[in-house]
């Protein structure tokens, strides 16, 4: 015998003012108004610049009645700058965070990808025994070393 589950129903929300422009997938003006991925591969940064419009994503084309859930904010191309150099320090304390993400806190071998650190807490040749393959991995520097 089956049980049936009754699903929740979900609160209509309608779509409200924001007090911005809003366009649909596909509609907004490309040579003039670009998204914050859309300026990165170009080159640029808002520069400080609030958003000037509203993209619905794709899913809110089929349901005008409701506020958008993935809306994505669009900044005027021309009012961009160009993206910072990357400077030394920058490029260290990206290296340092990254590799926070990347070595392993048992036996501090740091590897090529993100480890699970959240929910496993360690690579999984630490946690399991699954035996890495060496060219995943950089091998830690000793840290001891002999006097004579």
Request: aromatic share 4%; proline share 11%; charged share 25%.
């Amino acid at each position: 015998m089956t049980t049936r589950v009754r699903r929740e129903r979900r609160q209509v929300i309608p779509r409200t003012p924001q007090g911005l422009p809003e366009y649909e997938w596909g509609t907004a003006p490309v040579d003039q108004l670009a998204t914050r991925r859309q300026l990165r591969a170009a080159g640029l940064r808002p520069g400080g610049h609030d958003p000037v419009a509203i993209l619905r994503c794709k899913a809110c084309a089929t349901r005008p009645g409701r506020t958008c859930t993935r809306p994505a904010h669009l900044y005027r191309v021309d009012l961009a700058k160009p993206v910072r150099p990357m400077t030394l320090a920058r490029e260290a304390a990206l290296d340092a965070a990254m590799a926070a993400r990347t070595t392993c806190p048992v036996c501090r071998r740091r590897y090529h990808y993100v480890l699970p650190l959240r929910t496993l807490g360690s690579c999984l040749e630490c946690w399991d025994g699954t035996p890495a393959d060496p060219s995943t991995y950089i091998a830690p520097r000793p840290t001891q070393q002999l006097a004579a």
